[in-house]
């Protein structure tokens, strides 16, 4: 399966707007994240924790989720959040949804846009995540044992430049 994470695959996009109010934790601008591959694009925003938020609707209908009208039927109270904003035109509610929480409604859909998206993620995403998360700790073990081995001859060193020290050039370690 062929990784999507290409720019040939998406478009990131900024998009202006009137604006977001929220009162919890406030949202940074939009992103329009197009797949060419899949012929879907998706409005994407990051909070300050740089938790990435969808809009629900628009996710839903992708995935082919049209009677789902209410988030809490299937999402936890952390997949989601509601937001004023004037992007869409005129101020009003949105349900925002997290990143688990499109992963979590693309395993419930069975349109084949969502069949491909998850099979993505299951084949390509999720293993080329866990291969880097492998990479990236055996290169934190090589660092720290290539820390110990300079250690070692630090402290080897010092304690040669002590027994000079006390016992002259003439001591043989």
């Known amino acids: 399966m062929q990784n999507l994470n290409t720019t040939s695959d ?7 707007g009137r604006g977001i109010q929220d009162n919890t934790r406030p949202l940074k601008h939009f992103k329009s994240i197009r797949n060419k591959k899949f012929g879907f694009s998706l409005d994407a925003m990051t909070d300050d924790e740089g938790t990435v938020w969808f809009v629900f609707d628009v996710v839903c209908y992708y995935l082919g989720l049209s009677t789902l009208k209410n988030p809490k039927e299937t999402l936890n109270e952390a997949q989601t959040r509601v937001v004023t904003t004037g992007i869409y035109g005129g101020w009003k509610p949105i349900t925002l949804v997290s990143e688990p929480g499109v992963y979590h409604l ?16 299951f084949e390509d995403a999720l293993p080329s995540i866990r291969k880097a998360s492998i990479d990236a700790l055996l290169a934190q073990i090589n660092a720290f044992n290539e820390e110990i081995r300079e250690t070692k001859e630090l402290l080897r060193a010092r304690h040669e430049e002590l027994i000079f020290c006390k016992f002259g050039a003439d001591y043989i370690c």
């Open 10 to 16: 998406f478009e990131l996009n900024n998009r202006s």
């Open 106 to 121: 693309a395993l419930r859909s069975h349109k084949p846009s969502a069949e491909r998206f998850y099979e993505w993620v």
